[in-house]
């Protein structure tokens, strides 16, 4: 039998007709980003139900971001307290579309460049623990926990239980909830990681009666954040400092949230006068690009080839636009200017205060700010705030959040100052 091949002709029409009925069958094979689509929905459809979401955005310009029907907000969640130089900041833009035409990605079996260069930047500004980078505050904790139980493994006996705070968030896997004082995110998970256990912030009797052979570090927020923004004194950050070192403890500081500049200093840490075995960050360290990183002070610097390890953390485009934020907070003065916004801000969140009966107290450290209501209606105040263009997030029932980007300006605060109040009178 004779076959007769078809024309070239033939074969592209066949082509376009399988790419019809493919495109048919799955219409997200071809970008459909420039029709307006029903996104909540679609999310509905589509997204399983981790997040309740109502708003759609679609870009973001330095503290304004835009939802989908060219709504502008000011910005004082910013991802929380991730973008740090707001959105599109240049420098991040021009570090990632650079980076993203030389190299997106090469396994870990390799050097990278953009990887040592930041870890080399940490290590300065740490003032000499070397990195290791994850994708994620979580990840960095894992990190930290790990490289504390080895540790006790080689240093003590085979201790390996971590003390962390009441209150304290570290992240949403299983050991980071294990570690993370706060039964809400712990409840529906039990039984949990072992090896974990919590005690009271800032009391240091309470530490000291908690620690025993199996203990072989402590982890703490020195600026507690998911919590409600409470700062550790600088006494019990002391006294932790010098127990762990009595006992041979690894302290590690989770930096997730409260470093990079946003209380002040560059690790809050240094608020206190003490310095940590280990240090975890995230969030702000790549200016809103998904990285994590866990710092190690000589004495806890112990890992060996093959004791941890992970695919993407610390891959090219991330520590890219790592290296284009840290040049920029540390060489624009960012940490100085967010000490000055976060005593600005204080100053006009005490000024709504006095205004506003409902509110009980503020407090934080530089740009990580808080005030308490008597009753449990900051979900009230955020959807006034909203509708209002302001953007803010909570911390809990009865406390509203300020992680503002770094970059905020006086003018930006006394607006969202402005929308709070009309906020709070039409409570
Ligand atoms: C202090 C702290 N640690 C850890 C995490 C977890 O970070 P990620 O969500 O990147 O895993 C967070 C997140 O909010 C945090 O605030």
């Known amino acids: 039998m004779t ?4 024309s070239a002709a033939e074969t592209a029409a066949t082509i376009g007709a399988n790419r019809d009925q493919l495109i048919q069958k799955h219409p997200w094979l071809v970008d459909q980003s420039l029709s307006k689509r029903d996104w909540m929905a679609m999310e509905r459809q589509f997204y399983q ?4 979401r109502s708003l759609v955005m679609e870009r973001g310009q330095g503290v304004r971001v835009y939802d989908d029907n060219g709504r502008e907000y000011l910005d004082l969640v910013a991802g929380i307290a991730t973008n740090v130089l707001g959105h599109a900041h240049p420098n991040v833009v021009r570090a990632i579309q650079q980076q993203a035409s030389q190299l997106i990605h090469v396994s870990n079996l390799y050097i990278n460049e953009r990887q040592v260069e930041l870890a080399e930047a940490l290590y300065d500004l740490s003032g000499g623990m070397r990195s290791f980078f994850s994708n994620s505050g979580a990840e960095a904790n894992e990190g930290a926990i790990k490289l504390a139980r080895k540790f006790g493994r080689v240093n003590r006996n085979g201790a390996y239980e971590i003390i962390s705070m009441d209150r304290s968030f570290h992240g949403r896997t299983l050991a980071t909830t294990s570690a993370t004082g706060q039964q809400k995110y712990q409840d529906t998970w039990r039984p949990l990681a072992d090896g974990f256990k919590q005690v009271p912030f800032n009391d240091l009797d309470a530490l000291k009666a908690a620690t025993t052979e199996k203990t072989a570090g402590v982890l703490i927020e020195a600026v507690q954040g998911e919590g409600g923004i409470y700062p550790a004194s600088t006494e019990y950050m002391q006294g932790l400092r010098a127990w762990c070192d009595e006992h041979n403890l690894i302290l590690i500081c989770d930096e997730v949230q409260a470093g990079m500049g946003r209380t002040g200093k560059f690790f809050s840490w240094e ?16 200016g809103g690009v998904p990285i994590g990183a866990m710092l190690a002070a000589k004495r806890a610097d112990i890992f060996e080839p093959g004791d941890h390890g992970t695919t993407f953390g610390g891959n090219p485009i991330a520590c890219a636009a790592g290296l284009a934020t840290l040049r920029t907070i540390v060489g624009e003065g960012l940490v100085e200017h967010a000490a000055e916004m976060g005593d600005y801000l204080h100053g006009r969140l ?18 990580m700010r808080a005030f308490d209501l008597s009753e449990a209606r900051a979900q009230d105040i ?9 953007l803010i997030t909570n911390a809990g029932l009865s406390t509203i959040r300020f992680v503002p980007p ?3 300006q006086p003018s930006d605060l006394d607006e969202a100052i402005e929308k709070l109040d009309a906020a709070f009178s039409a409570l």
């Open 382 to 390: 955020m959807d006034r705030a909203l509708e209002r263009g302001l």
């Open 49 to 52: 139900a981790t997040f309740k």
């Open 3 to 6: 076959t007769t091949k078809p």
């Open 271 to 286: 608020h206190m006068g003490i310095i940590p075995d280990i240090v975890t960050m995230a969030k702000g360290l790549a």
């Open 406 to 408: 770094l970059i905020i």
């Open 350 to 367: 005490e000024q709504l205060a006095q205004k506003h009966d409902i509110i009980t107290g503020t407090r934080g450290l530089g740009l």
